[in-house]
């Protein structure tokens, strides 16, 4: 559980430090080892492939074409090239479908803020001479300088480099730690949009990774307030929690999440218990009241 008082930097840390096992749990039923499986690379190295070429083919495309309904281009603009059927699709799908929703989804957020960072405070790459002159040696050193400058490893990269969400985190550390490069300090108003964003996605790894080891277990009486079941949740890196398979049918009065009554504060789970208590209570007393009824009963039959 992402603790109150951990920095951005901690946040992003969580990413570097757990990506792997992320990805690792794509299709392991019981990740004992934290070593993605040979299928799991396979399978998205070629989602990789195939984000990488859809963004190559977006990047001929200018913003006017995309936004334009079809059949709305010039009729004598060259036609937008056909996508190849995607390979992927005869690849096997990984059954854990909701990891794969949570790499991708803390991997566009990443680099999504490295870039709006980085268009702020990057300076511009150098560079090299359009047309080189033989025996210049002012020409050399520049192109020299110009390799220098692309491969810095502080350089943040817009195009199809290394965009991975391990490489955002750690370009994103660089920066709050005001780490020497090609970039300015960063201020107050942007140290607050990378915390924001790298909270959640630390919270979104953690509860992944948290939620494969989390179990829920039916509990034997049932809800006080509307008589569903309840289920207990341990496990994770969450703090337990009581559910209530009802949502508006049900009166307790806690959140619903996810469509279930949800107790998770420690004073709302005290409260359930002694709901929970009271509940067996008044039925020790209403088993005991027909107990009495019904030996009134026979008694009456009985004279």
């Known amino acids: 559980m992402t603790s109150n008082t951990r920095t951005a930097a901690d946040d992003l840390r969580v990413v570097v430090d757990h990506w792997q096992h992320l990805r690792a749990l794509v299709d392991t039923s019981t990740p004992a080892v934290w070593t993605p499986p040979k299928d799991v690379a396979d399978y998205l190295r070629k989602l990789d492939e195939h984000h990488a070429a859809e963004r190559a083919l977006e990047s001929v495309m200018t913003p006017a074409k995309w936004l334009a309904r079809p059949g709305e281009h010039d009729q004598g603009a060259a036609a937008r090239p056909e996508r190849e059927p995607l390979a992927l699709a005869e690849q096997f799908a990984p059954l854990r479908l909701h990891v794969v929703d949570a790499c991708r989804a803390v991997e566009v957020a990443l680099c999504a803020i490295a870039d709006e960072i980085a268009a702020e405070v990057q300076r511009a790459p150098i560079k090299r001479l359009s047309r080189a002159i033989p025996g210049d040696r002012v020409g050399l050193d520049l192109a020299l300088l110009a390799a220098r400058d692309e491969a810095d490893p502080q350089r943040w990269h817009f195009n199809l480099g290394d965009r991975s969400a391990v490489r955002a985190a750690e370009w994103l550390i660089s920066r709050l730690e005001g780490k020497p490069g090609p970039c300015m300090p960063i201020d107050d108003a942007q140290r607050e949009r990378i915390g924001r964003i790298a909270r959640e996605a630390a919270r979104r790894i953690e509860r992944t990774i948290g939620n494969d080891r989390r179990r829920e277990f039916p509990m034997s009486r049932p809800c006080p307030y509307c008589g569903a079941s309840l289920t207990m949740h341990r496990g994770g890196t969450d703090a337990s929690t009581v559910t209530c398979e009802n949502g508006e049918e049900c009166g307790a009065p806690v959140p619903i999440v996810e469509g279930r009554r949800t ?36 008694g009456g039959t009985a004279v």
Request: aromatic share 2%; glycine share 2%.
């Open 263 to 298: 107790w998770a504060a420690p004073h709302e789970l005290a409260s359930l218990e002694g709901a929970l208590d009271a509940a067996a209570h008044r039925a020790v007393r209403a088993l005991a009241r027909r107990r009495q009824r019904a030996a009134a009963d026979a």
